[in-house]
């Protein structure tokens, strides 16, 4: 359900709240491929994330926060367009040749479209996976900056042959580290837009795919985890010995990038105007010799990413905002990555749009949860291994697998309070509970030329086309 008017009672209610304020900077993290135990501040034992633990102790910590999908391309355009995948252009991964994926429209509505227009520089420094070089949504479309990946295929080597600088193709020596230059390019953004207000949007690589790190982040882990030493680990780009050491030397780096984010933000005396929020695009991966079961990388939650059980889309978040979130807190708020949307819209005092399944979650930033409205439910579909949905409303889970098959599969329920794991199906004993979930089922998907359960997802065959799509 489309909930614009909540979103803009909200948004008046920010805006009387906040009307001498100037717009807060906003600082998104995305990390890719973290499962829900992979700080440490979510349960990780094998490593540290310490700066990143220092988001949740100097602010907030979400428990029950959701993830746009269970794959890189959806969740990133249902968190820029403040839409679930029942709803959102980009529903699956869609590769285009050379290089991209799927273009969304020209004319669709986005976060950093609507904060430019409210006045905020816009950079995104990491990997996009929503539209090839030169189409319609090509990152430069949408944001005043660009510095990464433009293709997510592409993101799987860390050392790849080239990046893209706006819409310029930076060549690469093939041997340079791609996650330094692109956290320098973020870094250099934050400084020269320190009179604010700014968006930046840092999509980081990590850790995703390949298992590459700079050999002195692998070292230590090497001696840690030495039973591993004679391991091979190959995605894309250079193999890896002991990938075991590789997994949490990336997260070491990524967590002192993290860090240095935060300091910087110190340095220039604008930390207690920016609002920093890390979370995760989808549930822990299986490649390049990653073991997310040896890590424990989705905590007490079944699945990984491409599952729409609890651990391919429940995602860590965390928010920071001194003097405005208060140091330590935890929130069990429900609430997914097409909220974005509608929260940054509130804080910078800009009308949300009339399509959108986001909630704003100011309320729950402020420490106002009695004026925080909560979701009828979230709702998630894929395409991939069969065919699936979910959706979560109140303390109930359902989800249906098998759809490519048979269209009247069998809903599976769960009480996550009691089953986070979603090892007891419970379907058969609370049979208006699977009707409602039915009900949701059909109130939530709209259908879509490119997406439909029971065939092969269309392909494009090569860039022009996929820019027209």
């Known amino acids: 359900m489309l909930r614009s008017i909540a979103l803009l009672t909200l948004t008046a209610f920010v805006l009387a709240g906040q009307a001498d304020a100037a717009q807060p900077n906003i600082v998104y993290i995305l990390l890719d491929d973290a499962g829900y135990g992979d700080l440490s501040c979510y349960g990780q034992q094998k490593f540290k994330t310490p700066n990143i633990d220092r988001i949740a102790a100097e602010g907030m910590k979400f428990t ?55 006045g905020y520089k816009t950079g995104a420094f990491g990997k996009w996976g929503l539209g090839s070089p030169g189409s319609t949504s090509d990152p430069v479309e949408h944001f005043d900056e660009f510095y990464g990946y433009n293709c997510q295929r592409e993101a799987h080597n860390y050392y790849p042959d080239h990046l893209w600088h706006n819409a310029e193709r930076v060549p690469m020596d093939g041997k340079t580290y791609s996650a330094t230059l692109i956290h320098e390019q973020a870094i250099g953004f934050i400084r020269d837009n320190k009179d604010g207000p700014f968006f930046a949007f840092l ?102 990413k491409r599952d729409l059980y609890e651990g391919g889309i429940r995602a860590p978040l965390l928010a920071r905002w001194p003097g405005t979130i208060k140091p330590g ?38 420490s106002d949860p009695q004026n925080q409205p909560a979701h009828q439910y979230l709702y998630w579909e894929f395409y991939e291994r069969g065919g699936k949905r979910a959706v979560r409303f109140g303390d109930w889970k ?72």
């Open 64 to 118: 029950d926060h959701y993830s746009g999908s269970t794959v890189c391309a959806p969740t990133r355009c249902s968190l820029l367009t403040g839409l679930h995948t029942g709803h959102t252009f980009v529903r699956g991964n869609r590769e285009v040749k050379p290089e991209g994926q799927a273009a969304m429209p020209a004319e669709i509505i986005t976060i950093p479209r609507l904060l430019r227009d409210a």
């Open 329 to 366: 807190t935890v929130s069990d708020h429900v609430s997914a990555h097409w909220d974005m949307l509608p929260t940054f819209c509130a804080l910078a005092g800009v009308k949300v749009p009339a399509k959108t399944d986001g909630i704003s979650m100011v309320p729950t930033l402020m």
């Open 398 to 469: 359902a989800v249906q697998l098998n759809l490519n098959k048979d269209p009247n599969a069998p809903i599976q329920l769960y009480h996550l309070p009691s089953d986070v794991a979603e090892s007891n199906d419970v379907a058969a004993k609370h049979p208006k509970l699977v009707e409602k979930a039915k009900s949701f089922f059909k109130d939530a998907h709209v259908p879509s030329q490119f997406w439909k359960f029971g065939r092969p997802q269309k392909k494009q065959k090569n860039a022009k086309q996929k820019s027209a799509a």
């Open 203 to 304: 999509p980081t690589p990590i850790p995703h795919a390949a298992m590459h790190a700079p050999e002195e982040f692998n070292q230590p882990f090497r001696k840690k985890f030495a039973q591993f030493e004679d391991t091979i680990g190959k995605y894309s780009g250079p193999e890896v010995k002991n990938p075991i050491a590789a997994f949490a030397g990336m997260m070491t780096l990524v967590d002192q990038q993290v860090g240095e984010v935060l300091d910087v933000l110190e340095e220039l005396g604008i930390a207690d105007n920016t609002l920093v929020m890390l979370t995760s695009d989808n549930g822990p991966h299986k490649e390049g010799g990653h073991d997310p079961v040896f890590f424990d990388s989705n905590g007490p939650l079944q699945g990984f």
